[in-house]
Nanobody
Protein backbone atom coordinates (compact mmCIF):
# COMPACT_ATOMS: atom_id res chain seq x y z
CA UNK A 1 0.00 0.00 0.00
CA UNK A 2 1.39 3.36 -1.07
CA UNK A 3 1.79 5.72 1.87
CA UNK A 4 3.44 8.92 3.02
CA UNK A 5 3.65 9.35 6.78
CA UNK A 6 4.74 12.57 8.44
CA UNK A 7 6.24 12.73 11.91
CA UNK A 8 8.18 15.10 14.14
CA UNK A 9 5.55 17.71 14.84
CA UNK A 10 4.85 19.06 18.30
CA UNK A 11 4.84 22.09 20.55
CA UNK A 12 7.88 24.34 20.46
CA UNK A 13 8.66 27.81 21.80
CA UNK A 14 9.31 30.71 19.44
CA UNK A 15 12.90 30.59 18.25
CA UNK A 16 13.05 26.83 18.65
CA UNK A 17 13.61 24.07 16.12
CA UNK A 18 11.89 20.94 14.89
CA UNK A 19 12.72 18.38 12.24
CA UNK A 20 9.85 16.87 10.34
CA UNK A 21 10.16 13.55 8.53
CA UNK A 22 8.16 12.19 5.62
CA UNK A 23 8.53 8.43 5.26
CA UNK A 24 7.42 6.69 2.08
CA UNK A 25 6.26 3.11 1.79
CA UNK A 26 4.87 1.08 -1.08
CA UNK A 27 6.72 2.98 -3.80
CA UNK A 28 10.22 4.03 -4.86
CA UNK A 29 10.86 7.51 -3.55
CA UNK A 30 13.59 8.17 -6.15
CA UNK A 31 10.99 8.74 -8.88
CA UNK A 32 9.20 11.54 -7.03
CA UNK A 33 9.78 15.15 -6.19
CA UNK A 34 8.58 15.81 -2.66
CA UNK A 35 6.88 18.91 -1.39
CA UNK A 36 6.05 20.15 2.08
CA UNK A 37 2.84 22.11 2.51
CA UNK A 38 1.11 23.59 5.52
CA UNK A 39 -2.34 24.72 6.49
CA UNK A 40 -2.95 27.03 9.40
CA UNK A 41 -6.38 27.28 11.09
CA UNK A 42 -8.75 29.30 8.93
CA UNK A 43 -6.23 29.64 6.11
CA UNK A 44 -5.67 27.99 2.77
CA UNK A 45 -2.98 25.39 2.29
CA UNK A 46 0.32 26.84 1.12
CA UNK A 47 3.49 25.41 -0.29
CA UNK A 48 6.50 25.53 2.01
CA UNK A 49 9.30 23.75 0.19
CA UNK A 50 10.02 21.29 -2.59
CA UNK A 51 12.95 19.04 -3.47
CA UNK A 52 13.72 17.40 -6.79
CA UNK A 53 13.99 13.65 -7.25
CA UNK A 54 17.73 13.51 -6.72
CA UNK A 55 17.82 16.28 -4.14
CA UNK A 56 19.93 18.48 -6.36
CA UNK A 57 17.39 21.27 -6.55
CA UNK A 58 15.31 22.82 -3.77
CA UNK A 59 12.77 25.61 -3.51
CA UNK A 60 11.34 27.54 -0.57
CA UNK A 61 8.49 29.90 0.14
CA UNK A 62 9.72 33.40 0.92
CA UNK A 63 8.27 33.15 4.42
CA UNK A 64 10.63 30.28 5.37
CA UNK A 65 13.77 31.04 3.35
CA UNK A 66 16.86 31.01 5.52
CA UNK A 67 15.03 29.21 8.34
CA UNK A 68 13.86 25.92 6.83
CA UNK A 69 15.95 23.31 5.02
CA UNK A 70 14.57 20.42 2.99
CA UNK A 71 16.63 17.29 2.36
CA UNK A 72 16.10 13.70 1.34
CA UNK A 73 17.63 10.28 1.84
CA UNK A 74 16.33 8.08 -0.96
CA UNK A 75 17.97 4.99 0.53
CA UNK A 76 15.91 5.53 3.68
CA UNK A 77 12.88 6.60 1.63
CA UNK A 78 12.58 9.69 3.80
CA UNK A 79 12.42 13.42 3.22
CA UNK A 80 13.15 15.88 6.01
CA UNK A 81 12.21 19.45 6.79
CA UNK A 82 14.53 21.08 9.31
CA UNK A 83 12.76 24.09 10.78
CA UNK A 84 14.79 26.63 12.76
CA UNK A 85 13.96 30.01 14.30
CA UNK A 86 10.33 29.04 14.44
CA UNK A 87 7.70 31.75 14.74
CA UNK A 88 4.09 31.61 15.96
CA UNK A 89 2.97 32.14 12.37
CA UNK A 90 4.58 28.81 11.46
CA UNK A 91 1.86 27.07 13.46
CA UNK A 92 0.01 24.73 11.10
CA UNK A 93 -0.57 21.16 10.05
CA UNK A 94 2.34 20.20 7.82
CA UNK A 95 1.84 17.77 4.97
CA UNK A 96 4.25 16.09 2.61
CA UNK A 97 3.27 15.10 -0.90
CA UNK A 98 4.87 13.30 -3.83
CA UNK A 99 4.92 14.32 -7.50
CA UNK A 100 5.98 12.05 -10.36
CA UNK A 101 5.19 14.23 -13.37
CA UNK A 102 7.48 16.84 -14.87
CA UNK A 103 11.23 17.17 -15.15
CA UNK A 104 13.31 14.99 -12.81
CA UNK A 105 15.29 18.14 -12.01
CA UNK A 106 12.25 20.17 -11.01
CA UNK A 107 11.82 21.51 -7.50
CA UNK A 108 8.51 23.16 -8.27
CA UNK A 109 5.62 21.44 -6.52
CA UNK A 110 2.20 22.91 -7.29
CA UNK A 111 -0.34 21.28 -4.99
CA UNK A 112 -2.56 20.43 -7.96
CA UNK A 113 0.26 18.33 -9.46
CA UNK A 114 0.93 16.20 -6.42
CA UNK A 115 0.03 12.54 -6.73
CA UNK A 116 0.10 11.34 -3.12
CA UNK A 117 -0.39 13.07 0.21
CA UNK A 118 0.31 12.25 3.81
CA UNK A 119 -2.17 12.91 6.60
CA UNK A 120 -0.13 15.65 8.23
CA UNK A 121 1.62 16.45 11.48
CA UNK A 122 0.76 19.39 13.72
CA UNK A 123 3.36 22.02 14.55
CA UNK A 124 2.49 24.52 17.25
CA UNK A 125 4.82 27.42 17.99
CA UNK A 126 3.83 29.09 21.23
CA UNK A 127 5.27 30.28 24.51
Amino acid sequence: QLQLVESGGGLVQPGGSLRLSCAASGFTLDYYAIGWFRQAPGKEREGVSCISRSGGSTNYADSVKGRFTISRDNAKKTVYLQMNSLKPEDTAVYYCAAKSRGSPYSSICPSRDMDYWGKGTLVTVSS
